[in-house]
């Protein structure tokens, strides 16, 4: 069975940092993402990092956020710096034996219960 726990959301000043962890079981071979949610607004991509390690980024996050993993720790992170208000969501991390990417969230079969995240101005 595959699980999915998020952890390290918090509130913020714009210009800050917070690094978001999601440990994952059951599914090593896994194509892991970061999605995130607003209120009101559709679920979007952040970032995805396949078995093999290759990254893709969505452009309102590349360059600000990094995405990595520890496979020893079964552990993805999403190291998001330059926060700004309009990163306030929750984040959710996503899983799927496919490499679906970043975009169709919808295809993802494994998901994170999401973990908060909150920049003020």
């Known amino acids: 069975q595959v699980q999915l726990v998020e952890s390290g959301g918090g509130s913020v000043q714009a210009g800050g940092s917070l690094k978001l962890a999601c440990v994952v079981s059951g599914c090593s071979r896994c194509y892991l993402a970061w999605f995130r949610q607003a209120p009101g607004k559709e679920r979007e991509g952040v970032a995805g990092?396949?078995?093999?390690?290759?990254?893709s980024y969505r452009d309102p996050v590349r360059g600000r956020f990094t995405i990595s993993k520890d496979t020893a720790k079964n552990t993805l992170y999403l190291q998001m710096n330059s926060l700004k208000p309009e990163d306030t969501a929750m984040y959710y991390c996503?899983?799927?034996?496919?490499?679906?990417?970043?975009?169709?969230?919808?295809?993802?079969?494994?998901w994170g219960q999401g973990t908060q995240v909150t920049v003020s101005s």
């Open positions: 990092i396949d078995i093999d390690g290759t990254t």
């Open positions: 996503a899983a799927d034996l496919s490499p679906i990417g970043v975009y169709a969230w919808d295809l993802y079969k494994y």
